[in-house]
């Protein structure tokens, strides 16, 4: 059996284990409130005008019409970047108390953005174990393409969500090669990451991605 086949066979069996059928359902409901959010966003303007007004003062001028900075943008206004923790997410939370999707809005917003490195994966499961080098601790993740590549050494910068008991990868993926180049850059990344908002240390990683990212 040649590599691609190797490759999709693995993949229809990993879609049929109850893990990876647990963990579609709850990528489908973000899905889900991710596109009711942007709707809500459109119809009531107004209502998110103080998120908006303070993403203006993020040095750094952003596309919405080049997908990665579309990503990127929805990270910083989706998700709490400043210290009064106001965000789309919040907002949203508050405007629809009984909302089904709750739990799914808790889970965002204690949502982890961070800096990690690859330890393991199990190409069976789809089950990931990744390195979290600001908090220095060890996280488990599912995630059906991120289980399947090439990943190597290499440092993966994302947020991750944790709800249900699954932690999964959401919005944006920044992969950056581990060399004497990047493990410098990294080190300082590490320490903005404490010290400074996360907001101008997520521009700060789309920019060098931009240069040195796989």
């Known amino acids: 059996m040649n590599y691609r086949k190797s ?12 893990l990876i059928k647990r963990y579609n359902l709850i990528r489908n409901e973000h899905s889900i409130l991710i596109n009711d959010m942007f709707h809500d966003l459109i119809l009531n303007i107004d209502r998110y005008e103080p998120i908006l007004l303070k993403q203006q003062s993020i040095n750094f001028e952003l596309d919405p019409n080049i997908n990665d900075q579309a990503q990127l943008l929805a990270d910083l206004l989706f998700y709490p970047h400043l210290k009064d923790g106001n965000c789309m997410c919040q907002i949203y939370l508050e405007e629809h108390k009984q909302e089904e999707h709750r739990d799914m809005l808790l889970s965002m917003l204690e949502s982890r953005l961070s800096l990690f490195k690859f330890i393991s994966r199990d190409e069976a499961t789809g089950i990931v174990q990744l390195y979290d080098l600001v908090n220095e601790e060890q996280i488990e993740i599912v995630d059906k393409k991120f289980g399947m590549m090439n990943t190597g050494s290499i440092y993966y910068a994302g947020r991750i969500i944790s709800y249900n008991g699954i932690s999964f990868l ?26 400074k908002k996360s907001c101008d240390v997520l521009v700060k990683l789309y920019q060098y991605h931009k240069r040195e990212g796989i």
């Not at 999709?8 to 990993?14: A, D, E, K, P, R």
């Open 7 to 18: 490759m999709l066979s693995m993949q229809q069996n990993l879609e049929k284990t109850p």
């Open 170 to 195: 959401t919005g944006i993926n920044y992969f950056f090669p581990c060399n004497s180049k990047t493990n410098k850059y990294m080190k300082n990344i590490i320490n903005d990451f404490k010290y």
